[in-house]
């Protein structure tokens, strides 16, 4: 019958438009989250597809590598950005991954139109509200990965990449975490932002850039991970690519 492509959901609300497309056919059959310019995130719905990670979380991205760069016990992944929920296919049994979202349309969309959230092997924890804010009030939390993922759209929300807010990210870690941040945007260079607050705060950087694979789709990305632990900084250095 052909390619299809069809609209399956549309909310708009304070923070702007959300659509959700199916688009291609059979196993290739992709359910894409739309804001606005920006993909947030899709899903195969194939069942033998739906827990690849894709668009800018493939297996090859900067987050998929400092998830599995942490040691094997039990792990608590913290993530600021849920859009399709993506990153919960790294989490595995054991572990839990705990996002926080802003948009409620986005976790009322993440939970009924994709299955990550669901069908992660991992516990799954969604906080509605502003990730800076729901950290400081959370003065127990210690993750072994905190991934930024706010910043892929134009308006980027400075008030999530400050000097203090950083030092606020490196305190909810556990000692040897992880920050991953996510900075592809066609906009802005936050490479070399993440890179200095880095370094001001005394722990290394690493740039890591992973090539687009359409016909998995997987977009091209870039993500910054910084962290003072030298056993993970071994395992990303093979990945990693100079700062400009």
């Known amino acids: 019958n052909g ?15 959300l659509q959700v497309n199916d688009t291609g ?3 290739s059959l992709l359910r894409i989250l739309v804001n606005g ?8 719905l194939a069942p033998e597809k739906k827990g690849l990670g894709t668009t800018y979380y493939g297996p090859a991205s900067g987050v998929a590598l400092a998830i599995r760069s942490l040691p094997e016990s039990p792990r608590r992944i913290g993530v600021i950005g849920l859009g399709a929920g993506t990153i919960a296919v790294y989490a595995r049994t054991g572990d839990t991954c705990r996002f926080y979202e802003i948009n409620p349309a986005v976790i009322q ?9 669901s069908e992660s092997p991992g516990k799954v924890e969604v906080v509605s509200g502003d990730g800076r804010l729901a950290l400081e009030r959370e003065e127990t939390q210690e993750f072994d990965a905190l991934v930024l993922d706010a910043f892929s759209g134009d308006s980027i929300p400075t008030h999530l990449i400050t000097r203090e807010v950083f030092a606020l990210y490196l305190s909810r870690l556990r000692p040897g975490g992880i920050l991953a941040v996510h900075v592809t945007n066609k906009y802005l ?17 690493r740039l890591i850039r992973s090539g687009a694979e359409p016909t998995l789709g997987i977009y091209a990305a870039t993500w910054v991970l910084a962290t003072a632990n030298q056993d993970i900084l071994r395992k990303v250095d093979r990945a990693a690519v100079p700062f400009p």
Request: charge should be negative.
């Open 3 to 17: 390619l299809h492509e069809r609209n399956c959901v549309r909310i708009r609300n304070f923070y702007g438009s």
């Open 25 to 27: 056919e059979g196993k």
């Open 37 to 44: 310019p920006i993909h947030h995130g899709s899903q195969f």
């Open 109 to 117: 969309v993440a939970n009924e139109e994709f299955h990550y959230l």
């Open 189 to 205: 260079d936050l490479a070399p932002v993440v890179r200095g607050l880095a370094d001001e705060s005394g722990i290394q950087s």
